[in-house]
Nanobody, 118 residues
Framework: QVQLVESGGGLVQAGGSLRLSCAASGSIFSISAMGWYRQAPGKQRELVARITDGGSINYADSVKGRFTISRDNSKRTVYLQMNSLKPEDTAVYYC????????????WGQGTQVTVSS
């Protein structure tokens, strides 16, 4: 069984910062890509940022220059540093990881709410 546990969401004023963390635990042989997605009310879930096990990174255009994704493989944890937050960043943020245990599967965290007030 593999679990992804997120933390760090909350309420912040526009222009502020938050840092999200997502730790993977369980029967894990290896983790390939890890990423963050978000879903705002009435909208589809969208990719925010993604980092591979080799360190390749891609960001949504809307967050480039403001958000930074990183990972600590020794802790099986991915981070999302969010700066210069805007009200349109308000959403539930989900962690995603490609994990090999006895087979490869994608896993999702439970989601953490980020609310940016204007």
């Amino acid at each position: 069984q593999v679990q992804l546990v997120e933390s760090g969401g909350g309420l912040v004023q526009a222009g502020g910062s938050l840092r999200l963390s997502c730790a993977a635990s369980g029967s894990i042989f290896s983790i390939s890509a890890m990423g963050w997605y978000r879903q705002a009310p009435g909208k589809q879930r969208e990719l925010v940022a993604r980092i591979t096990d080799g360190g390749s990174i891609n960001y949504a255009d809307s967050v480039k220059g403001r958000f930074t994704i990183s990972r600590d493989n020794s802790k099986r944890t991915v981070y999302l540093q969010m700066n210069s937050l805007k009200p349109e960043d308000t959403a539930v943020y989900y962690c995603n990881a490609g994990v090999t245990s006895w087979r490869f599967s994608e896993y999702w965290g439970q989601g953490t709410q980020v609310t940016v007030s204007s």
